[in-house]
């Protein structure tokens, strides 16, 4: 009897809470069907009411006006259940530029008078061989935007080349650790002469290749006893690059035999251009100011191809200085980028004439960031590819970055075997003798189709 008077005393004390709420509720409403009510919607909490307020599940309250049920916790003082979810992790794009800084090639001594008296600052300032003529790294004044001085530079003088001061990065994107078979050399999949001997094979004469990149660690164990030359630009005051990337294609290039990496041609030189910088913990950049200097400094050396695994947008400095290294009779291998099979064309790759190698699976399938488009000529092993990690070991990485090495190995191979030939040519040789594996002829995702080394060592 006593129970049954404290239930009833409860199940009043809850209809008379309600009601001065101005809640209507049926007097046959049990007590745990309030609790229920609470429960559901507790959990949605922050998932209903949109514009509207209304709750349970989308309604907050059940008559328009009303108190919400909600509110029933704070005057029974029951516990509220907090949902606690982590932040979005924000991602901060990097800037494909300089904010206050143009460049320009061509600028004359009254000029740059003019343009400092306006309150410019001359940052920088080289000879550039390759182009001609001076190249001057210049800042801003202070309250004019970027696109306002582009303009003021150009303006003082028509013949000059001027731009701004862009970015451009390594092209690498995933990278694992592999085990037993899986770490496997891809190599065997254009058909790339196996080692017959300490040097590599035989019929693989040694080549100087010229690489643009960043930092390499020359300690590695598969670098020890290469042939390779680095060299830093001078003036290049910010915080030194990470050698992950550098590292990794330099392996894939001219690795020792029998080490982790072996090279695709181990007895060649390497002649190594660190031309980038950290910009942020983990991000390297390399300015087209740097990128021109770097063009220029492999050219005095007279070397006939280099790999380019990096990409960033259109600029007029980058086009002027790789259009004068092709008519010189070099060849540029360049990665075709991953930002993605929709994204834009980037460059230097787009340029023309310029070889844009887009990375395959071991299934031969297209690697799924690769940017697509017209301007790409040839496919090579860009997925899982088994290469150098930046200390010591190695590791599996992913990316148009590491599809290129292998173009510009073929393409140092026909140099040496044909060395008349111009870089039109030598290209024309290479594009003949790929596996179309795309549409029949060139194709947006393949180019040309997947190269075939297998004909290096014939003839």
């Known amino acids: 009897m006593l129970r049954h008077l404290a239930k009833e005393s409860r199940r009043l004390a809850v209809l008379l809470v309600v009601a001065t709420s101005g809640l209507v509720v049926s007097p046959a409403l049990p007590f745990q069907s309030v609790s229920i009510a609470l429960a559901d919607d507790d959990d949605d909490d922050g998932g209903g009411g949109g514009s509207s307020g209304r709750g349970d599940r989308g309604s907050g309250d059940y008559h328009s006006g009303r108190k919400p049920l909600r509110d029933l916790r704070t005057l029974f003082r029951w516990p509220s259940r907090e949902v606690r979810r982590t932040p979005a992790r924000r991602v901060v794009a990097l800037p494909n530029r300089a904010q206050n800084e143009i460049v320009a090639i061509g600028l004359d001594a009254a000029s740059l008078a003019g343009l400092t008296q ?7 300032r080289t000879q550039v061989a390759l182009t001609g003529g001076e190249m001057v790294r210049l800042r801003a004044p202070q309250g004019m935007t970027i696109d306002a001085a582009r303009t003021a530079v150009a303006t003082r003088n028509a013949a000059a080349t001027v731009d701004f001061n862009h970015f451009y990065q390594p092209q690498a994107k995933d990278e694992a650790a592999c085990a037993g078979t899986s770490c496997a050399l891809v190599r065997y999949m254009v058909g790339w002469p196996a080692e017959t001997g300490s040097d590599g094979p035989r019929c693989l004469k040694p080549q100087r290749i010229g690489l643009i990149d960043t930092a390499i660690n020359a300690d590695h164990s598969s670098l020890a006893e290469a042939r390779l030359e680095i060299l830093r630009l001078d003036e290049m005051s910010g915080t030194p690059s990470g050698a992950q990337h550098g590292t990794a294609v330099a392996a894939l290039l001219v690795g020792a035999p029998g080490s982790r990496v072996p090279g695709l041609l181990p007895a060649s030189e390497l002649v190594a251009v660190d031309a980038f910088q950290r910009l942020r913990k983990s991000s390297d950049v390399a300015n087209v100011y740097d990128l021109v200097r770097a063009l220029d400094l492999l050219m005095q050396r007279d070397i ?6 990096l990409t960033g947008p259109s600029n007029l400095l980058l086009e002027r200085a790789v259009k004068a290294a092709i008519e010189k009779g070099t060849i540029l291998v360049a990665a075709a980028g991953n930002d993605g099979p929709n994204a834009k064309p980037v460059y230097p790759a787009a340029y023309e004439d310029v070889i844009a190698v887009t990375a395959v699976d071991a299934a031969r399938k297209p690697y799924r960031r690769a940017v697509r488009g017209g301007h790409i000529d040839i496919a090579a092993p860009g997925v899982n590819v088994w290469t150098a990690a930046s200390v010591s070991g190695a590791r599996q990485k992913s990316g148009t970055s590491f599809a290129a090495p292998f173009v510009t190995a073929a393409v140092s191979v026909l140099v040496a075997t044909r060395p008349d030939l ?9 594009m003949k003798s790929t596996e179309d594996i795309g549409q029949p002829g060139k194709d947006p995702v393949y180019g040309w189709g997947l190269l075939n080394a297998k004909a290096l060592c014939q003839g």
């Open 118 to 124: 306006d309150g410019f600052v001359i940052a920088q």
């Open 304 to 309: 006939r191809v280099i790999n380019l695994s």
């Open 422 to 430: 111009s870089p039109s040519e030598i290209e024309a040789e290479l």
